[in-house]
T-cell receptor
Framework: AQSVTQLGSHVSVSEGALVLLRCNYS??????LFWYVQYPNQGLQLLLK??????LVKGINGFEAEFKKSETSFHLTKPSAHMSDAAEYFC????????????FGQGTELSVKP | NAGVTQTPKFQVLKTGQSMTLQCAQD?????MSWYRQDPGMGLRLIHY???????DQGEVPNGYNVSRSTTEDFPLRLLSAAPSQTSVYFC??????????????FGEGSRLTVL
């Protein structure tokens, strides 16, 4: 069975600092991997996704993530945090033959201090 | 373009009552799904549908029923509400059944409290 583990339910950074949100997955087949963001009182929206090809994936708002098969990881990074990045971030995985059936991690709440 | 619309946004029920959460999308998406979001547990898949007339169970289906009579609508029914069903519910859809890892589009959520 697939599963996703996000390390740290809450991460706090200063404005301008590096953002690193960790995600590890387990999957018996090559996975599709996703990061979603949820702003307060809103639904989720896609930040970026990995399907095949280049392992470094760039998304919206300056975020990127790298798929590392040997480490079964898909960590999300941003070089310089903005106050507007404060939100909850979810890592998700799906098998490549179950299009759309996503399994989500527990979520990481990102706080950005001025 | 409305996208995915959920109603109601807020609802308070008493234990044992029934209700239906409505979800409609106007993007002609084949795939639709329901998730519940609870603190510290992320989003958990309740039920999903790959097209009209076809539904299947997700991770946490107990206590919930679904049907898919049209492409546009995917209602979630609680037949006898329990306090454990207090949660925020999200409906989500995607364009096709293709295995390209396509984006899920989410509604704004329905916050349900069961007393």
């Amino acid at each position: 069975a697939q599963s996703v583990t996000q390390l740290g339910s809450h991460v706090s950074v200063s404005e301008g600092a590096l953002v690193l949100l960790r995600c590890n997955y387990s999957s018996s087949v090559p996975p599709y991997l996703f990061w979603y963001v949820q702003y307060p009182n809103q639904g989720l929206q896609l930040l970026l996704k990995y399907t095949t090809g280049a392992t470094l994936v760039k998304g919206i708002n300056g975020f990127e993530a790298e798929f590392k098969k040997s480490e079964t990881s898909f960590h999300l990074t941003k070089p310089s945090a903005h106050m507007s990045d404060a939100a909850e971030y979810f890592c998700a995985v799906s098998k490549n033959n179950q299009g759309g059936k996503l399994i989500f991690g527990q979520g990481t709440e990102l706080s950005v201090k001025p | 373009n409305a996208g995915v619309t959920q109603t109601p946004k807020f609802q308070v029920l008493k234990t044992g009552q029934s209700m239906t959460l409505q979800c409609a999308q106007d993007m002609n998406h084949e795939y639709m799904s329901w998730y519940r979001q609870d603190p510290g547990m992320g989003l958990r898949l309740i039920h999903y549908s790959v097209g009209a007339g076809i539904t299947d169970q997700g991770e946490v289906p107990n206590g919930y029923n679904v049907s898919r009579s049209t492409t546009e609508d995917f209602p979630l029914r609680l037949l006898s509400a329990a306090p454990s069903q207090t949660s925020v519910y999200f409906c989500a859809s995607r364009p096709t059944l293709a295995t390209d890892g396509g984006e899920l589009f989410f509604g704004e959520g329905s916050r349900l409290t069961v007393l």
